[in-house]
């Protein structure tokens, strides 16, 4: 993240704008040394006041919310007291997350009428992020000497039980580490300092391949899971570089799915979590077996639980029941997985007996005859049979199929959530207005192939607002007291 977010502020320093929501990383080239600024400003600041802007039917990049900032640090194109910048909402619409008390260094353009605007490409950071950046922002503004190259040194070690169980991971600093950058024969190095970062003045122009000095069950890497290393970059004479290295835990699990036959098992989701994980939640990074094997690298010393199919999800494609290592059902009788600091684990799941398949075929329909295509389908146990994949939904010709267990009664409902825009407190919003239901239908356990069409009491989606559907919306926003 950090040396993402460096990057982007030397594209600045560069001139080079960033547009839209793809933003540049780090990576193999040639860094020339540092041009004069544009007209964007460049300060740290911290947020006072966020104002949402009324919506308007003309598209407004990066100008849907004011941020007021009061100026704590100015390096160019700002002046001390309080500026305001513009901004996104977020949500794909290339907005930084501001918020209300929290200081970022602050980076951004100038539009054709002179504000400020700032999105998620411009270089802003939290000042948490900007630690390396910063002292070379001071010695440039203050005309001191730059680095040549600088940076943070970071370990990430997966974050279980986070929002986003494949990616989330937790990050910290790695003080007194000896850095390297290799040209050819010749290395020089750095070390460390307390927050963890490291600087090298006056390297020669060249191709440089950077590196650390770590212990055991540690290694460099782009991102966590993936075992690739950072490519060398070219300097410039002169080059201002920002060569910040995440590490990870070199430890690895690898194996393959066998089915009851003895031959591998394809797409098969396999999950990884703690051994210590409630057995009610078995939620965490996963890998797909599509060739019947999978493989989690960057694994820190611990014991684990190897399931396949966590979800205990029942479909075309997952017709094994939930399995742990080596292969049992039961989570009381499976086998950790301990892996050492470093160590590469070689780790099978044999799958139990297959359940059998059936499908049902769905045809959803407005009153009118006309199909209703994005309805979503579902398909409900009637008794307590584990969780089942029964979520699908129709396309243009209205129609979809749910893959279901043989042997299970089921309780299969539609509904179409219609969508649309309204006025309120004179800012138009958009999203869900309505929802249209259709009656439910129980599908017997003996029917092995079955075909059911529904027909939902209106002949389009409503153009209103349905007011109670956006109040049972809210409430359901709510958190939890």
């Not at 007021?68 to 290339?94: H, I, Y």
């Not at 602050?106 to 998620?120: A, F, K, M, P, Y």
Request: charged residues 25%; contains cysteine; hydrophobic residues 35%.
């Amino acid at each position: 993240m950090r040396r993402l977010l460096s990057f982007l502020i030397f594209l600045v320093l560069l001139g080079i704008p960033a547009m839209g929501c793809t933003c540049f990383t780090a990576g193999t080239g040639s860094v020339e040394k540092c041009l004069p600024l544009g007209d964007g400003p460049l300060f740290v600041g911290t947020v006072t006041e966020i104002i949402k802007l009324p919506w308007t039917e003309k598209p407004q990049f990066l100008r849907t919310r004011q941020v007021r900032l009061q100026v704590d640090e100015v390096f160019a194109g700002a002046k001390p007291g309080d500026m305001q910048v513009f901004t996104g909402e977020g949500n794909g619409d290339c907005g930084f997350p501001f918020e209300v008390g929290q200081q970022y260094l602050v980076s951004g353009d100038r539009d054709e009428q002179g504000r400020i605007l700032v999105g998620i490409c411009s270089g802003t950071v939290h000042v948490r992020e900007a630690v390396a950046v910063l002292p070379q922002l001071r010695a440039r503004r203050d005309k001191q000497k730059v680095a040549s190259a600088y940076g943070v040194l970071s370990s990430y070690q997966r974050r279980f039980g986070g929002k986003y169980p494949l990616f989330d991971s937790e990050e910290a600093s790695l003080p007194n580490v000896v850095v390297t950058a290799k040209r050819g024969e010749v290395v020089y190095e750095a070390v460390t300092n307390s927050e963890g970062t490291f600087t090298f003045y006056d390297l020669p122009a060249g191709t440089y391949s950077f590196d650390a000095k770590l212990p055991k069950g540690w290694e460099i890497g782009d991102y966590i899971g993936d075992s690739s290393r950072p490519e060398p970059v070219k300097l410039a004479a002169g080059a201002c570089y920002e060569a910040a290295l995440t590490v990870f835990p070199s430890g690895s699990i690898e194996g393959a799915i066998i089915d009851d036959s003895g031959k591998p098992q394809e797409y098969v989701n396999v999950t990884l979590v703690p051994a210590d994980r409630p057995p009610q939640n078995f939620d965490g990074p996963w890998e797909g077996a599509g060739d019947g094997k999978f493989r989690f690298d960057h694994v820190a010393p611990g014991r684990y639980l190897l399931v396949a199919n966590a979800r205990n999800e029942r479909g075309a494609t997952d017709v094994y029941p939930r399995t742990f290592y080596p292969g049992v059902t039961n989570p009381d009788a499976a086998q950790p997985v301990v892996v050492t600091a470093g160590a590469q684990v070689r780790a099978d799941i044999h799958l139990t007996r297959a359940v059998q398949s059936r499908k049902v075929h769905v045809t959803v329909l407005w009153q009118n005859g006309k199909p209703v295509d994005l309805a979503d389908v579902r398909a409900k146990p009637q008794n307590d049979q584990p969780e089942d994949r029964n979520l699908t939904m129709t396309g243009k010709d209205g129609t979809a199929e749910l893959p279901l267990v043989i042997g299970v009664p089921y309780v299969v409902t539609v509904e179409k959530i219609c969508s649309g825009c309204w006025l309120e407190g004179g800012t138009t919003t958009c999203g869900s207005i309505a929802k249209v239901d259709g009656p439910a239908t129980i599908l017997p356990a003996e029917d092995t192939i079955a075909e059911r069409t529904f027909v939902l009491q209106r002949s389009a989606c409503p153009k209103e607002r349905d007011g109670s559907f956006v109040r049972q919306q809210s409430r359901e926003a709510e958190p939890p007291e």
